[in-house]
């Protein structure tokens, strides 16, 4: 793929100003607005929905184990005691649990106006999820796709809603192979993982580009937090290797609310154009504050992004039902 087949408008524009000293202190106004945050018990989606709640946000954690959850919850409430937060259970590597995720809570809340994709596993020995895909690519990508897609119906009535998906640098290293999306014939573990990193963009911007021509408020947003300080890393690492990456942590890594704030500004900054892609704004994007960032050319081809949109609507079951532009003027303002 060469960089004339690449569409720039798929991540709308690098020139947007985003004050250098973005901060969470920047953050409020967010009072009756609710989030759901996936994988928000530990890490980043801890931090994120922390600092959403203190902003003044009602915040769901969806989550694996909800014994974790009910203690991020915990510690949310302390840092937000007016907020109300609620934990529910989410195995994004089993679509019958999106589906029940989000039946519940389709049943229970009106609308939802942010949703921030964070949950994700990286760089394990090969695995399959409940419905024998690729682990790293189902989780990552496809759980997030169907669950987007089947809390739509939600997102569509919110005022002006938005979908956060946590992507990463390292999706620059990845190649989609729709011969063997499941990487069944080849399998690296990082290779697999920056496939799903860029499946993740392709997903935002063609989210975002739909969602546009439905006449729809909904915006799509893809954040990379630099080297964050999580288990991401090391969970499930031999010893050796946890010890050889303690060095590298220690130097380089940011703390997880540092690595939270490309994702907290592409969720609440007024007026950022739809398919933005945020991350740190230092040397290799490692750390600093958010800014604007060029994805890879292979992140901004349409066709690519196109034609996966159609495959995951295959493997996933999940059509996205978006409205007509006519349904949307007839319909009351929520």
């Known amino acids: 793929m060469s960089p004339a087949s690449t569409d720039a408008a798929l991540f709308g524009t690098t020139a947007f100003p985003i004050p250098e000293d973005w901060g969470v202190h920047r953050m409020s106004g967010l009072g009756g607005r609710l989030a759901v945050v996936t994988g928000a018990n530990t890490g980043l989606g801890l931090a994120t929905a922390r600092e959403l709640a203190r ?6 954690l969806a989550v694996r184990s909800t014994g974790r959850g009910a203690a991020a919850a915990a510690e949310i409430r302390r840092a937000a005691p007016r907020a109300r937060v609620d934990v529910h259970r989410l195995d994004l590597a ?17 609308a939802l106006d942010l949703l921030v994709n964070n949950a994700g596993v990286m760089a394990p020995a090969r695995r399959t999820t409940a419905d024998g895909f690729e682990l790293q690519f189902g989780t990552n990508h496809l759980g997030h796709f169907a669950l987007t897609g089947r809390l739509l119906p939600a997102l569509s009535v919110a005022s ?6 946590v992507s990463s640098g390292l999706h620059a290293l990845g190649r ?17 993982y920056a496939n799903s990193k860029l499946a993740n ?20 947003y893809a954040a990379h937090p630099g080297y964050a300080a999580t288990s991401l890393l090391t969970t499930g690492r031999p010893a050796l290797l946890r010890a050889l990456l303690a060095l590298p942590n220690a130097l380089l890594a940011v703390r997880p609310l540092t690595g939270a704030l490309p994702i907290l500004c592409a969720a609440t900054l007024p007026d950022l154009p739809g398919g933005a892609f945020l991350g ?7 750390r600093g504050a958010p800014a604007l960032l060029p994805p890879a050319p292979r992140a901004r081809h349409r066709p690519t992004a196109t034609r996966l949109w159609e495959v995951s ?7 996205y039902a978006f409205p007509s532009p006519a349904a949307m003027s007839d319909r009351p303002a929520p």
């Open 201 to 220: 963009l392709l997903f935002t911007a063609e989210l975002d580009r739909r969602a546009r021509a439905a006449g729809l408020a909904l915006r799509g």
């Open 176 to 192: 989609l192979d729709f011969r063997d999306l499941q990487s069944k014939r080849h399998y690296g573990l990082l290779r697999a």
């Open 280 to 286: 740190p704004r230092g040397p290799a994007s490692l």
């Open 313 to 319: 609507q295959t493997l996933t079951a999940v059509r």
């Open 160 to 165: 002006a809603a938005r979908v956060v998906t």
């Open 94 to 110: 089993d679509l019958s649990s999106v589906r029940d995720f989000a039946d519940r809570f389709l049943d229970e809340y009106p």
């Open 55 to 60: 902003a003044g946000a009602d915040v769901v």
